[in-house]
């Protein structure tokens, strides 16, 4: 088994598959944590709060899982499949900032 890659390249592999498979809308994403696989088995996921047409959401994202918002009904409304329709921004949990086109 090969160890994953840096939390830096699964939070951003993260960030363009929930722009590109979930939200194409999505402004920015911005990671409040490091990532972590939550028991034996469980796919990497993360914790984030991500911009959608200036709203933000608070979202457990991972590049193997769909989206869960957290906050009950607080889930941005859905987009129809289109292809990205502009800069990406994204904040690590590390403070980097990275704009994704």
């Known amino acids: 088994m090969s160890p994953d890659p840096s939390n830096k390249e699964l939070q951003r592999e993260t960030a363009v598959v929930y722009r590109n498979e979930w939200q194409p809308v999505v ?3 911005r990671f409040t944590q490091e990532g972590d696989r939550p028991g ?3 796919s990497w996921s993360v914790n984030a709060v991500a911009t959608v047409l200036g709203v ?3 979202v457990i994202i991972g590049p193997d899982i769909g989206p869960a918002y957290v906050g009950g009904s607080d ?3 859905e987009s129809p ?3 990205p329709s ?3 921004t994204v904040i690590y949990s590390d403070g ?6």
């Open 75 to 77: 889930v941005p409304p």
């Open 96 to 101: 980097t900032t990275e704009v994704i086109e």
């Open 27 to 29: 402004e920015k994403i």
């Open 81 to 83: 499949p289109t292809t």
């Open 56 to 58: 933000e959401y608070q």
């Open 40 to 42: 034996f088995g469980a």
């Open 86 to 88: 502009g800069p990406l």
